[in-house]
């Protein structure tokens, strides 16, 4: 068993670091004002910092000093409360991204650590593992050889927001419901689950109180994320037809031979173009070529896709919708590793040098948007 | 003699209305949560986008104007009669499985009887099969409805599923479907061998996974034991392996050679098969195993409409309604009754009093109740149940009423509109 301090340290969302917090009697007072914290709020900023970078924290959790775990806890909290007080979706994004990164490779030490502890008979889910299931509201059971059974239900739930053919259903060992993982494939789906709950913590209410405690912070952090969205949105935006998937590029083409496109390529069209940056203008003189172009009727049509009549940005389908209704033309090698006409594109473009490749993860968090 | 139709149509209404006045349709669960839907005879206009406070006022509505189709929502609503999709506030939808004949392969030369009792194979594989087995449904959780016309229904009614978005309704139906290419479940892996040296392995789902791997591994398995037993010449064997799964003649002849033999020996390397190590002998590779899973892929793989299940907001026929196009009833189901439910027996719901109507020449033979009939064009007698499925197939009119002319009778317009 791990002892509470360091869980806490390590999982500081469990109620083990809510009791670490009360144990040491440290209020949000003390932590955002009091000189002892000082080292925690550092951290904390360090948290917050790193994960705007895409990099990764040094992990300290090995060295099993009091003060450094219970630094530990505190940060994570000031850090929620530095990306709450900033309030910018970029931040929040990639603060939720680098803290799910760092909760996976923790859950795999602690893995390694239990089944080190256990031998050959730790085939059963570890405790503290239990507990992060039951905090992230994953039904589970175990299965054999040390796997992890998921629901189903919650299995495609989670693994949808990844995005890969390899976590494909169909591809799974599943029996009576559970979607039976190794613990390492177990743990990235947990990731992800992980990453959609903090993200939906966030941001926390601020009163103006607390804000100003901790306004040079905010504003420091404020700045450092404005400098990497002008890095990021800098390189966003890039209209390059070349590298548009081959679904897209045919039907193009049959808007350019005049040929009737049907409604559902003309939607996938339109929603691509217009999330890649196409504009209203542009689109409608696309669409001129359809043989049965009638200005107000495609002009409703491309509004309402694009948004300005419901409020719903509509993106494109994904793949395995544009497959039923056979909308998906001749699919290449590329093809085979996404599941969505906008992952090519990124990809392709990331490929050919006309997206500088950014940070991996930030396109990965603003994938998320396009699905 | 007058003109029209008028008393065909009085004349199903009344029957659906007698019909619904003696049988209260089963609310479904989170009545109030559910849109209803319903098509009249002789209207094409979709009567959507309604929610009922209590089934009594449900009751109400269809015996005052008796719908040829009753429908409900698969979804939940806060607002089930609002007329948008953000004003209805969708809250989740069970998930529905449609199995239609008419989607059967071969079903253009099948029979009705036929069409019926093949698709009923293929809904039990799906229950037994893919929903209990594999994705863990008891009976509970699972509604069974035969359809009234030409197929089955399954409604999954389990709060975890409710929130599955479209694709990942999908999902399950790939699974289910084995939408799947073998080649992700054969790898040929390098491994290391004695003394280290790198040997090439191919390596399969051992047989004890669940899912589809684990399924295939098995299949073969059982085929190899089979040919294994098989006491016909190995030349022989090898020539109907081949036809049957295009296996290479001389792969095909290397496995049934490596299944030859000291019986210790064969039952060795079936046993390493089991255990998804699958280089048994020489000539047998990836290629052959690739060759026996796409054999038992499709002979073992499940079939449902992908559309209805993907389909989060779709209406499907309410269980306990009359079906506009035969007059038999959607019959909800257990699973032990399923096994010998004999639909065009057990569907019939409407009474036997004799009823005069006029066949059409193209009307066909039929069996119901366990009775044929064998309409000749022209003036006849018929039980009240027989009479409106001639008259829904369009194949006959009260006696005394003429079809408008030309053409005959179009066809009833397809619910379209998302309704299965």
């Given at each position: 068993?791990?002892?509470p301090?360091?869980?806490?340290?390590m999982?500081?969302f469990?109620?083990?670091?809510?009791?670490?917090v009360?144990?040491?009697?440290?209020?949000?007072?003390?932590?955002?004002?009091?000189?002892s914290w000082?080292?925690?709020?550092?951290?904390?900023?360090?948290?917050?910092?790193?994960?705007?970078?895409?990099?990764?924290?040094?992990d300290?959790?090995s060295?099993?000093k009091e003060?450094i775990?219970l630094?530990?806890v505190l940060?994570?909290?000031?850090a929620?409360?530095?990306?709450?007080a900033?309030?910018?979706?970029?931040?929040t994004k990639?603060?939720?991204l680098?803290?799910?990164?760092?909760?996976?490779?923790?859950?795999?030490?602690?893995?390694?650590?239990?089944?080190g502890?256990?031998?050959?008979?730790g085939?059963?889910?570890a405790?503290e593992v239990r507990?992060?299931?039951e905090?992230?509201?994953?039904?589970?059971a175990?299965?054999?050889?040390?796997r992890?059974?998921l629901?189903?239900?919650?299995y495609?739930?989670?693994a949808?927001?990844?995005?890969?053919?390899?976590?494909?259903?169909?591809?799974?060992?599943?029996?009576r419901?559970?979607?039976?993982?190794p613990p390492?494939k177990?743990?990235?789906i947990?990731?992800e689950?992980?990453?959609?709950r903090?993200n939906s913590e966030?941001?926390m209410?601020?009163?103006?109180?607390?804000?100003?405690?901790?306004?040079?912070?905010?504003?420091?952090l404020?700045?450092?994320v404005?400098?990497?969205?002008?890095?990021?949105?800098?390189?966003?935006?890039?209209l390059?037809?070349a590298?548009?998937?081959?679904?897209i590029k045919?039907?193009m083409?049959?808007?350019g031979?005049?040929?009737n496109?049907?409604?559902?390529g003309?939607?996938t069209?339109?929603a691509?173009?217009?999330?890649?940056?196409?504009?209203?203008?542009?689109?409608?003189s696309?669409?001129?070529?359809?043989?049965?172009?009638?200005?107000?009727?495609?002009?409703?049509?491309?509004?309402h896709?694009?948004?300005e009549?419901?409020g719903?940005q509509?993106?494109?389908?994904?793949?395995?919708?544009?497959k039923?209704y056979?909308i998906?033309?001749n699919?290449?090698?590329?093809?085979?590793t996404i599941?969505h006409?906008?992952?090519?594109?990124?990809?392709?473009l990331?490929?050919?040098?006309?997206l500088?490749?950014?940070?991996?993860?930030?396109?990965?968090a603003a994938?998320k948007?396009g699905? | 003699?007058?003109?029209g139709m008028?008393?065909t149509?009085?004349?199903?209404?009344?029957?659906?209305?007698?019909?619904?006045?003696?049988h209260?349709?089963?609310?479904?669960?989170?009545f109030?949560q559910?849109?209803f839907?319903?098509?009249?005879h002789?209207?094409?206009?979709?009567?959507?986008?309604?929610?009922f406070?209590?089934p009594?006022l449900l009751?109400?509505?269809?015996?005052?104007k008796?719908?040829?189709?009753?429908?409900?929502?698969?979804a939940?609503?806060?607002?089930?009669?609002?007329h948008?999709?953000?004003?209805?506030?969708w809250?989740?939808?069970?998930?529905i499985?449609?199995l239609d004949?008419d989607?059967?392969?071969?079903a253009?030369?099948m029979?009705?009887g036929?069409?019926l009792a093949?698709?009923?194979?293929k809904f039990?594989?799906?229950?037994d099969n893919?929903?209990?087995?594999?994705?863990?449904?008891?009976?509970?959780d699972?509604?069974?409805?035969?359809?009234?016309?030409?197929g089955?229904?399954?409604?999954v009614?389990?709060?975890?599923?409710r929130?599955?978005?479209?694709?990942?309704?999908?999902?399950?139906?790939d699974?289910?479907t084995?939408?799947?290419e073998?080649?992700?479940?054969?790898?040929?892996?390098?491994?290391?061998?004695?003394f280290?040296?790198?040997l090439?392995?191919?390596?399969?789902?051992?047989?004890t996974?669940?899912?589809w791997?684990?399924?295939?591994?098995?299949?073969?398995?059982?085929?190899?034991?089979?040919?294994?037993?098989?006491?016909?010449?190995?030349?022989?064997?090898?020539?109907?392996?081949?036809?049957?799964?295009?296996?290479?003649?001389?792969?095909?002849?290397?496995?049934?050679e490596?299944?030859?033999?000291?019986?210790d020996?064969?039952?060795?390397?079936?046993?390493?098969?089991?255990?998804?190590?699958?280089?048994i002998?020489q000539?047998?590779?990836?290629?052959?195993?690739?060759h026996?899973?796409?054999?038992?892929?499709?002979?073992?793989?499940?079939?449902?409409?992908e559309?209805?299940?993907s389909?989060?907001?779709?209406?499907i026929?309410?269980?306990?309604s009359?079906?506009?196009?035969?007059?038999?009833?959607?019959?909800?189901?257990?699973r032990?009754?399923?096994?010998?439910?004999d639909?065009?027996?057990?569907?019939?719901?409407?009474g036997?009093?004799?009823?005069k109507?006029?066949?059409?020449?193209?009307?066909k033979?039929?069996?119901l109740k366990?009775?044929?009939?064998?309409?000749?064009?022209?003036?006849?007698?018929?039980p009240?149940?027989?009479?409106?499925f001639?008259i829904?197939?369009r194949?006959?009119?009260?006696?005394?009423?003429?079809?408008?002319?030309p053409?005959?009778?179009?066809?009833?317009?397809?619910?379209t509109g998302?309704t299965a």
């Amino acid at each position: 068993m791990v002892k509470p301090l360091e869980l806490g340290a390590m999982f500081p969302f469990l109620p083990e670091g809510r009791e670490v917090v009360k144990t040491y009697g440290v209020t949000i007072e003390d932590l955002v004002g009091g000189r002892s914290w000082e080292p925690a709020r550092k951290r904390g900023f360090a948290r917050a910092d790193v994960a705007l970078k895409g990099e990764e924290l040094d992990d300290r959790i090995s060295t099993g000093k009091e003060e450094i775990l219970l630094d530990e806890v505190l940060s994570y909290l000031y850090a929620r409360i530095l990306v709450s007080a900033v309030n910018d979706s970029y931040l929040t994004k990639k603060f939720c991204l680098a803290e799910a990164k760092q909760f996976e490779r923790r859950l795999k030490r602690l893995n390694t650590q239990e089944a080190g502890r256990k031998g050959a008979e730790g085939s059963e889910i570890a405790p503290e593992v239990r507990r992060i299931l039951e905090y992230l509201k994953v039904a589970f059971a175990e299965a054999q050889d040390g796997r992890i059974g998921l629901h189903f239900s919650d299995y495609l739930k989670i693994a949808g927001m990844i995005g890969d053919k390899n976590w494909a259903l169909v591809l799974q060992d599943v029996k009576r419901g559970w979607v039976r993982l190794p613990p390492e494939k177990a743990f990235r789906i947990l990731e992800e689950a992980y990453r959609f709950r903090l993200n939906s913590e966030l941001p926390m209410p601020i009163s103006e109180m607390l804000y100003e405690r901790i306004q040079a912070d905010a504003e420091r952090l404020a700045g450092l994320v404005k400098e990497a969205r002008a890095r990021f949105e800098g390189s966003g935006g890039v209209l390059d037809e070349a590298s548009f998937p081959p679904c897209i590029k045919h039907l193009m083409e049959m808007t350019g031979k005049s040929e009737n496109v049907p409604h559902m390529g003309r939607f996938t069209m339109v929603a691509f173009l217009h999330t890649i940056g196409y504009d209203k203008e542009g689109l409608i003189s696309l669409f001129s070529r359809w043989p049965d172009f009638n200005i107000s009727k495609s002009m409703y049509q491309i509004q309402h896709i694009i948004g300005e009549i419901s409020g719903t940005q509509y993106t494109p389908p994904m793949c395995s919708t544009m497959k039923t209704y056979g909308i998906c033309f001749n699919p290449d090698k590329l093809c085979e590793t996404i599941n969505h006409p906008l992952n090519y594109y990124r990809k392709q473009l990331r490929r050919s040098g006309k997206l500088p490749p950014p940070e991996l993860r930030a396109q990965r968090a603003a994938d998320k948007d396009g699905e | 003699m007058t003109m029209g139709m008028e008393r065909t149509w009085a004349f199903l209404n009344a029957s659906f209305k007698d019909y619904y006045a003696k049988h209260a349709l089963p609310p479904p669960m989170g009545f109030q949560q559910r849109e209803f839907g319903f098509m009249y005879h002789n209207e094409t206009f979709f009567r959507r986008h309604l929610g009922f406070p209590s089934p009594d006022l449900l009751k109400l509505d269809i015996v005052r104007k008796p719908p040829a189709h009753v429908y409900h929502s698969a979804a939940y609503y806060d607002h089930p009669s609002a007329h948008t999709m953000a004003e209805k506030g969708w809250v989740g939808a069970d998930l529905i499985f449609d199995l239609d004949a008419d989607h059967l392969e071969g079903a253009d030369k099948m029979s009705y009887g036929e069409m019926l009792a093949a698709v009923k194979v293929k809904f039990v594989t799906l229950i037994d099969n893919f929903l209990g087995d594999e994705l863990g449904y008891a009976e509970k959780d699972l509604h069974l409805v035969f359809s009234g016309s030409r197929g089955y229904h399954c409604h999954v009614r389990d709060s975890r599923v409710r929130q599955l978005s479209s694709p990942m309704r999908r999902e399950v139906v790939d699974f289910v479907t084995g939408k799947v290419e073998v080649d992700e479940f054969v790898r040929d892996l390098t491994v290391e061998g004695k003394f280290g040296r790198p040997l090439r392995s191919t390596r399969i789902p051992g047989g004890t996974e669940g899912g589809w791997g684990g399924k295939l591994t098995r299949a073969t398995v059982e085929h190899l034991r089979g040919i294994a037993a098989d006491s016909r010449p190995a030349t022989e064997k090898a020539k109907a392996l081949s036809e049957l799964t295009q296996i290479g003649p001389r792969e095909a002849k290397a496995l049934v050679e490596a299944l030859e033999g000291s019986p210790d020996a064969v039952a060795k390397r079936i046993a390493a098969v089991s255990d998804g190590v699958a280089d048994i002998h020489q000539g047998v590779g990836p290629g052959t195993f690739r060759h026996l899973f796409a054999y038992h892929l499709n002979r073992l793989k499940g079939w449902c409409d992908e559309p209805v299940s993907s389909d989060v907001k779709r209406l499907i026929r309410a269980p306990g309604s009359l079906h506009g196009k035969t007059g038999l009833r959607a019959t909800p189901l257990t699973r032990d009754k399923l096994d010998d439910f004999d639909p065009l027996v057990e569907a019939v719901a409407l009474g036997d009093e004799l009823v005069k109507v006029s066949a059409s020449p193209t009307a066909k033979p039929f069996t119901l109740k366990g009775q044929e009939f064998k309409p000749s064009p022209g003036p006849q007698t018929l039980p009240l149940y027989a009479a409106v499925f001639l008259i829904l197939r369009r194949q006959a009119l009260l006696e005394g009423d003429t079809p408008p002319a030309p053409p005959p009778l179009k066809p009833a317009p397809a619910a379209t509109g998302g309704t299965a």
